[in-house]
């Protein structure tokens, strides 16, 4: 079913003064950020387009009651991993956002977190751009960001630190990155907010300690952010990659290594530490 333009039912029921919700336009991409996995955290940009669009693709990392906002005709494909099987090549997505444009479709690309933080975005727009296809971002709250504040911790706090850096722990290989500079951020950065970092883990930490960082140092892995099954895991530098293994901590996961972990003391405001573990009493997990 169609939405015509200038039926304006469709459009979002919220009224600002001086402020108009874009028109989802046939032949559109709008590509967005659905953020971390709270459904709160949505956008109301994202939410528009949710209740515009006539396809939907969406990634792994997006909430499934998120996909409830959309309208009930709307097509909604899937194109992240399932069942064991690969993911989609990247090229096919695109490809495909291009196809579903050109057929008159309003496309919402939805993805997790931010669509230009980790996400290809970046590479999705491109190809719409040589295909000519016109499109829109909409931002979403990145892991690193929100999913931090959702474990207490903040991504700068004054005094602590003036920097933050975001980094994948595994290039598009999967394997750990080597063109990052690891003794420059261990130097340079206060502060290290770590994507896809569960696998190489040991190779990581030892890398930073390597480059001057401390055993000592504070870091919190904080696994299905935002969600009702966020884990938070309080441990060190040193000792890290073992209480990762050991907890069973499961991606999608953050990974922060500085001292702004340690502010989580004070500021955990979802839900205390429900234990701390007998032998490791640096090593809290919670449950939501
Ligand atoms: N575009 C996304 C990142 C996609 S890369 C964003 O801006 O957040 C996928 C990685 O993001 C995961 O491996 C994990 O490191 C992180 N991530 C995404 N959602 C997460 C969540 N709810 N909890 C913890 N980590 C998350």
Redesign the pocket.
């Known amino acids: 079913m169609e939405n015509s333009v200038d039926d304006e039912s469709h459009l979002l029921d919220i009224s600002f003064p001086d402020f108009t919700w874009p028109v989802f336009e046939a032949g559109w991409v709008w590509l967005a950020?659905a953020g971390?996995?709270d459904p709160g955290l949505l956008s109301l940009h994202a939410l528009n387009g949710l209740q515009q669009a006539d396809t939907i693709v969406y990634d792994a990392?997006v909430d499934e009651r998120i996909l409830k906002l959309a309208s009930t005709d709307a097509e909604i494909i899937y194109a992240g991993k399932r069942g064991g099987k690969p993911s989609p090549k990247q090229t096919d997505i695109s490809v495909k956002l291009v196809e579903l444009a050109q057929k008159g479709r309003r496309v919402l690309r939805l993805?997790?977190?931010?669509?230009?933080?980790?996400?290809r975005?970046g590479e999705e727009a491109l190809s719409l751009v040589n295909a000519g296809v016109p499109f829109r971002i909409i931002p979403?709250?990145?892991?690193?960001v929100?999913?931090l504040a959702y474990a207490g911790i903040p991504s700068t706090h004054r005094g602590i630190n003036q920097a933050v850096t975001f980094l994948?722990?595994h290039d598009q290989n999967g394997v750990a990155p080597d063109e990052l500079d690891w003794d420059a951020l261990a130097k340079g950065s206060p502060v290290i907010v770590?994507?896809?970092?569960?696998k190489h883990i040991a190779l990581i930490t030892q890398k930073l300690m390597k480059g001057g960082r401390a055993a000592q140092e504070p870091v919190a892995v904080?696994?299905?952010?935002?969600?009702n099954d966020?884990q938070v895991l309080e441990t060190t530098l040193g000792t890290c990659a073992d209480d990762i293994a050991r907890s069973g901590f499961k991606?999608?996961?953050?990974?922060v290594v500085g001292k702004v972990v340690s502010l989580r003391e004070q500021l955990n405001w979802l839900q205390p530490a429900l234990y701390e573990s007998p032998d490791h009493s640096h090593m809290s997990e919670e449950t939501a």
């Open positions: 950020g971390p996995g990392l993805k997790g977190g931010d669509p230009f933080v980790f996400g975005g979403g709250i990145t892991a690193g929100g999913g994948t722990g770590m994507y896809m970092a569960m904080i696994s299905n952010a935002t969600l966020q991606p999608p996961a953050i990974v």
